[in-house]
């Protein structure tokens, strides 16, 4: 059981929008940065979103981070079907004195 | 661009220790960073495991940390993890990480990965 919950599994058509939620505490998301991970296929992970909100590198501004007191949440508008992977949110949980990730979304381009 | 590799055995028997390397390429770790290690098992999601500073200062996830040891040589510019008395359980893809971690914000990430290396226990 992860510290923070992602739901398993999200979907939606080429060039909508889709949202991906990471459900957390104070210990964690309240009071701590987090970030967002996207792993293609058969790859390594990647960093999207860093310090909630900000886009790394070379990273489309189709991919947004926003926070609402324990929850974090990626955006992605215009989807498209190189989009097609599972996304993490991580942070650094103080009670736990650990980083934490969430179990994972898998995003579907219908 | 900052380059990390994974290297070391495939397969490992109960019991026995893990070891992988990291190989650090384009960017010197004594210039600072965190160097980590994330694991992933077949199908799931991902592991910390603990990351290490070039001065020695480590981090370690508690749930591993009478097993884990890490270390890095800043002469070879790389680091290492062992992971003794290890199981089925332990099989997984390793990742070696570039950590940015800063200490007292709590603010951290990881911003470059290594390909993955499997790991086998059997």
């Known amino acids: 059981q992860s510290v923070l919950t992602q739901p398993p599994s999200v979907s939606a058509a080429p060039g909508q929008k889709v949202t991906i939620s990471c459900s957390g505490s104070?210990?964690?998301?309240?009071?701590?940065?987090f970030s967002w991970y996207q792993q293609l296929p058969g790859t390594a992970p990647k960093l999207l979103i860093y310090d909630n909100d900000k886009r790394f590198s070379g990273v489309p501004d189709r991919f947004s981070g926003s926070k609402s007191g324990t929850s974090a949440t990626l955006g992605i508008t215009g989807l498209q079907s190189g989009d097609e992977a599972d996304y993490y949110c991580?942070?650094?949980?103080?009670?736990?004195?650990?980083?934490?990730f969430g179990g994972g979304t898998k995003l579907t381009v219908l | 661009q900052v380059q990390l590799r994974e290297s070391g055995p495939g397969l490992v028997k109960p019991s026995e220790t893990l070891s992988l390397s990291c190989s650090v390429s384009?960017?010197?770790?004594?210039?600072?960073?965190?160097w980590g290690w994330i694991r992933q098992p077949p199908g799931k999601g991902l592991e910390w495991i603990g990351g290490i500073y070039h001065t020695g200062d480590t981090r370690y996830n508690s749930s591993l940390k009478s097993r884990v040891t890490m270390s890095v040589e800043t002469s070879r510019n790389q680091f290492s993890l062992k992971l003794t008395s290890v199981t089925a359980a332990d099989t997984a893809v390793y990742y070696c990480v570039r950590w940015d971690y800063i200490v007292p914000s709590m603010r951290e990430f990881f911003d470059c990965w290594g390909q993955g290396t499997l790991v086998t226990v059997s």
């Open positions: 104070t210990s964690n998301i309240g009071n701590n940065y």
């Open positions: 991580e942070t650094w949980d103080s009670s736990l004195s650990a980083v934490v």
């Open positions: 384009d960017f010197s770790i004594s210039r600072g960073y965190y």
